[in-house]
């Protein structure tokens, strides 16, 4: 053995634990990670939303997952189900000529909502609830425009339509174009809904990106 390692193998009492002069941690420091061996849990007390419907949750998860794993023919997106029903229910309205009687009947069947919409902005006066009620607390219409961008007074999605439109179209499963689908359907019941309530909106064309815009009228 050298004159080093016998020197590093000592147990003289300047051999091992901290240099000269340097204690152990402060109060508060080292030990466990927090909630581990008794230590302060930073997580009790808190609330996911979901105790209880944990089972739920776990299947929303993988049927996002097993959806968007589904790239064949097209990559599939969480509204593609929706966007074809949609699709579906427009192409055979349009073939027997009855698109303004479907408007309306969707129209209809949403009367129960718009109707109690058009109760609390006449008693608040506050228009914006017309835009809560049709975009941000309507499953059917944020589950199909999957990139709402909500601003007071406005909304901007992408229009739903178009992928789907385009590699069906190739397959003769439908024939229509974005901007038929925007001016039969989409712009149609937007007003309709908008009409109900009792305020006025601008709903626009599609834009080169793609975007729709949903705005209040004064």
Known sequence: MSEVQRAVS??????????????????????????????????????????????????????????????????????????????????????????KELVEHDIKTMQPMLARMKGIIEKTGEKEIALIGMFDRTACLYQLCLDLKVEKGRREFTFPFTMVLNISRRIGQFDMTSEEVHELWMKPRLHGYAACVGVKIDVSDIGPDGKVVVKLVD
């Not at 941690?25 to 061996?37: A, D, K, L, R």
């Not at 990559?75 to 593609?80: L, R």
């Not at 309205?93 to 698109?99: I, P, Q, S, T």
Request: proline residues 13%; charged residues 15%.
């Open 10 to 99: 000592s147990e003289g009492p300047r051999v091992g634990g901290p240099p000269p002069g340097v204690g152990g941690p402060p109060p508060g420091v080292g030990g466990p990670p927090p909630g581990v061996g008794g230590g302060h849990n930073p997580m009790a007390g808190t609330s996911s939303g979901f105790e209880g419907r944990e089972e739920l949750l776990g299947q929303a998860v993988a049927l996002a997952i097993r959806t968007l794993k589904d790239s064949v023919p097209y990559q599939h997106e969480m509204n593609d189900a929706l966007v074809k029903m949609h699709l579906t229910a427009l192409q055979f309205a349009k073939d027997k000529g009855l698109v």
